[in-house]
């Protein structure tokens, strides 16, 4: 980069091309509903991703009542423990987690932190959401159809996905799953391109690509991952539906079902696992980047401190995108592919570690020497800090290949995703939305209703999912609804789950806070006036709050310096917005 | 002040829970110490590292927590720890990366002379095959599979009229002799699993997996699915023990060939057809 990043000036050329004419919504219909404004859009994925999290949030509970106490709740038999895992998990990665980081954040911030009036293509944007709806529609009616949604496990490994033996295999369960994914990635891809096209095209004069947020380079650079490591997904799905409907043997080697043996023959089940872990593996950083590049600005924003090592930050995120294509296999150890397979992905997969500790180190030594405000995204970032530290070191255990062994399909692995890949980016999520809530509605979020939400999350979520990791070293086999009668699991282990399921119960209850604390601020919270956190980047310089459409009233924001002036020695305030171009004068704009 | 306390407990806890509590591996029973010596390495080192970055968070935000009047440093980069931090971790990363593929050779190496024993999965219950004399598995195809041949074995392959089928019954192996676990599936993938070996393996239909392991104690051992096979995955149970030579050789004497099992099931439809 030839600007010096942390360093402000260098040359703004003049606009090159006049701004577009904005799409001018005509009738509440098309302001609210079929809207073109990313914002709208934003809240829109928001409010359905949270909508059937809350769907996940209470089959998590299903589980839970299971596995604290086997045998007590007689409508919970196998059939349906498979069911509510596999939803709960589905729901969590792609109709949660996915959708909200890049739908929602990437809607709302992208445009706003990158000085743009609204994405690129809003049409497609607009119909990027409405896809999505259908999509999730589509998964809820498989609860609805006879033989229910498919319990195939969320990794839906054919042939047990595709026959009697699982839950809605013969029924309509897994057609309405795979229909409903390739709906998920077919408008995903619409509201991908405009993320990516928006970043590259939409940037407002001045913003430099070593000038924009990590936010930004978080959520760019997962998208870029999403756009290429979805059709992988999207063609397992065509090729799955086409086994279970036109009979086809993609995916089907010759085989028995119940004592009978069916037409197919030739198909290989590895195929499929490494098409799924093709997109499966990038999918974790799918979710981890957004969460990465968001919490590198909170803890910046609330220590008054430049992120450190910004460069490092953001060559940190390329290359672990870059890296996480080729490390899909080491969810596939003991799948029975070449043995020597481990040493390659073995070994990609540590080093991949390297990266990502150095985002670790970063962040900490952001805070180190910093002017640390306690404030509620700033807690939920050290909490992110935490979880995602204890998830990513057990990746260590599991990316071993030969430590994996002992511990693949055990009750390790759960601990692990959940803490890396669950309760860490939601802890982001959940910050953010306290950090950007003011912006969006215009009110602060309740300080104590955001405490008590806090506390009981992060301490309860790692009671939850620390000492889970000990029932996987025990032995305790994964997706079993009761460990049964077995010899080397001590009676202990009952207990440790039935605390486990009443900790669990006890953090569900607290989402429902943070959910009514959502609603109740909308009206009696503080207001928040325009920058409350008086934060650098352009999302808090907009002329109104919330912004409208068109987001920046009559003229763009000049970008003068990169997002991470804090506490800059002789500046007048702790903090210069990057469209502040002190201590020169402002560029003089064309008439 | 809280906020420190919570970091400091959170490590502190976390390291009492790892010694105090009692949940920790099974008594091993093969030759695959080498793995739990792994897992504690990476144990040690990655405790350490998370013990340490916790630790100095705690401080960071004990010590430098907002105060009137005070402003933060402006330090945009520091190339010399950055470049330190990374080569630190770096050899962390290779110290437990080294003696892990070191251990993945041993494991995906099968010694000559190991015996082969083959695992067939099916839902929901295990089936196993022993070559006879001849020491060879006759070929298989779940397509050859039925009533009277639920192994699949080829019947046209004379290597396989004299292997042992055991259909639904104990597994015994004898003590301290390399064995060569080949896994086969009918149906769908299983995983064959016993906690005390350390070792498992998806069984995978169409296709022959492996993998390799010296039984070092007698005993009775729980074999458990460990690859989500259907809805009676969690009751996918059978039993393994390891016997002395002696006690194995005893065993061995009762089991039926698959020539035996094959006359005798198609002797008995004939009489259930004629009665």
């Known amino acids: ?591 | 002040m809280t906020v420190a306390l919570v970091l400091v407990l959170v490590v502190v806890g976390s390291i009492l829970f790892h010694i105090l509590s009692p949940w920790w591996w099974t008594p091993l029973a093969s030759n695959w110490g080498y793995i739990d010596d792994t897992i504690i390495i990476t144990f040690w080192i990655t405790g350490a590292v998370f013990t340490a970055v916790v630790l100095f968070m705690a401080w960071c935000v004990l010590r430098y927590r907002h105060r009137e009047g005070v402003r933060a440093a402006y330090q945009p980069e520091n190339k010399k720890l950055e470049t330190w931090l990374t080569i630190g971790t770096a050899v962390g990363v290779a110290a437990m990366l080294a003696p892990g593929l070191y251990v993945w050779a041993h494991f995906i190496t099968v010694p000559d002379g190991a015996a082969e024993v083959e695992v067939v999965g099916q839902q929901w219950q295990w089936n196993f095959r022993l070559p006879g004399e001849d020491g060879k598995l006759g070929r298989s195809d779940a397509r050859l599979v039925s009533f009277e041949n639920p192994l699949g074995i080829d019947p046209d392959d004379p290597a396989g009229q004299d292997d042992l089928v055991i259909e639904a019954a104990d597994l015994h192996l004898p003590v301290d002799k390399p064995v060569k676990m080949v896994l086969r599936s009918i149906d769908v993938l299983h995983d064959f699993y016993v906690p005390e070996f350390r070792a498992k393996m998806d069984m995978v239909p169409g296709m022959v997996t492996y993998f390799w392991l010296t039984p070092t104690r007698t005993g009775t051992f729980e074999i458990l699915c460990a690859e989500l096979c259907g809805v009676s995955h969690g009751f996918m149970r059978g039993t393994l023990m390891v016997d002395t030579e002696q006690d194995y050789r005893a065993w061995l004497q009762g089991q039926s060939t698959f020539a035996q099992l094959s006359g005798s099931r198609q002797t008995g439809m004939v009489e259930e057809a004629g009665q």
């Open chain 1, 1 to 591: 980069m030839v600007d010096a990043t942390h360093r402000a000036g260098g040359v703004i050329p003049p606009a090159e091309v006049p701004e577009l004419e904005l799409y001018h919504p005509k009738s509440w219909w098309t302001t609210y509903v079929f809207s073109q404004d990313a914002k709208v859009i934003a809240i829109q994925y928001a409010g359905t991703a949270m909508a059937i999290g809350l769907v996940a949030l209470m089959l998590s509970w299903l589980i839970r009542l299971q596995l604290g106490f086997p045998g007590t709740f007689d409508f919970i038999t196998p059939d349906a423990y498979y069911q509510f895992v596999t939803m709960h998990g589905m729901i969590m990665v792609i109709y949660l987690l996915t959708a909200l980081f890049l739908g929602g954040f990437g809607n709302y911030l992208i445009p706003l932190m990158v000085g743009a009036r609204d994405m690129v293509f809003p049409y497609a944007n607009m119909l990027s959401y409405w896809i999505y709806l259908l999509a999730v529609l589509v998964l809820v009616a498989s609860f609805f159809v006879p033989g229910g949604p498919t319990g195939a496990g969320w990794t839906l490994y054919p042939p047990q996905a595709l026959l009697n033996g699982t839950p809605g295999g013969q029924e309509l369960g897994i057609i309405l799953m795979l229909v409903s994914l390739i709906l998920f990635i077919i408008g995903f891809t619409m509201g991908g391109l405009n993320y990516v096209v928006t970043v590259l095209q939409g940037r407002t004069r001045g913003m430099t690509l070593m000038r924009m947020p990590l936010t930004v380079w978080g959520i760019f650079t997962a998208t870029v991952m999403a756009l290429l490591a979805f059709p992988a997904l999207f063609v397992a799905c065509v090729m799955m539906l086409f086994d279970r409907v036109l009979g086809t043997s993609f995916f089907m080697p010759a085989l028995v079902e119940m004592g009978e043996l069916t037409s197919h023959g030739g198909g290989s089940p590895i195929l499929f696992q490494h098409l799924f872990w093709f997109f499966g593996h990038p999918e974790v950083y799918i979710v981890a980047l957004p969460a990465f590049g968001i919490v590198s600005d909170l803890i910046s924003t609330h220590a008054r401190k430049n992120i450190f090592g910004y460069r490092m930050m953001v060559w940190a995120i390329v290359i672990i995108g870059a890296l996480s294509f080729v490390v899909w296999a080491h969810h596939m150890y003991v799948s029975g592919m070449h043995p020597l397979f481990g040493f390659f992905f073995a070994t990609t997969t540590l080093i991949i570690a390297v990266p990502t500790a150095i985002k670790v180190y970063n962040w900490i030594l952001t805070l180190w020497r910093g002017d640390i405000h306690l404030t509620l995204p700033m807690l939920f970032a050290l909490a992110f800090i935490v979880t995602f530290l204890n998830g990513g070191l057990t990746g260590l255990f599991l990316g071993n290949v030969v430590v994996d062994v002992p511990l693949s399909d055990t009750m390790f692995v759960v601990a692990h995703f959940h803490m890396v890949m669950g309760v860490a980016p939601i802890l982001v999520i959940f910050g953010a939305i306290y950090h950007w809530y003011p912006k969006i509605t215009g009110r602060m979020l309740n300080q104590q209703l955001g405490l008590f939400h806090f506390w009981v999350t992060f301490v309860g979520a790692y009671a939850i999912f620390f000492p889970m990791h000990y029932l996987g070293l025990v032995g305790a086999p994964r997706r079993y609804p009761e460990l049964g009668g077995t010899a080397f699991i001590p009676e202990s282990v009952a207990d440790l789950n039935a605390f486990i399921s009443i900790t669990a119960f006890v953090v569900g209850f607290a989402q429902l806070v943070f959910l009514f604390n959502l609603i109740w601020s909308l009206r009696y919270g503080k207001e928040a006036g325009p920058n409350p956190w008086r934060a650098t980047t352009l999302e808090w310089q907009t002329p109104t709050t919330p912004p409208p459409h068109g987001n920046w009233g009559d003229e763009r924001p000049v970008v003068y310096r990169w997002a991470y002036d804090y506490s800059v020695p002789g500046a007048p305030q702790d903090f210069i917005p990057q469209n502040d171009p002190w201590p020169d004068k402002p560029l003089t704009r064309p008439a």
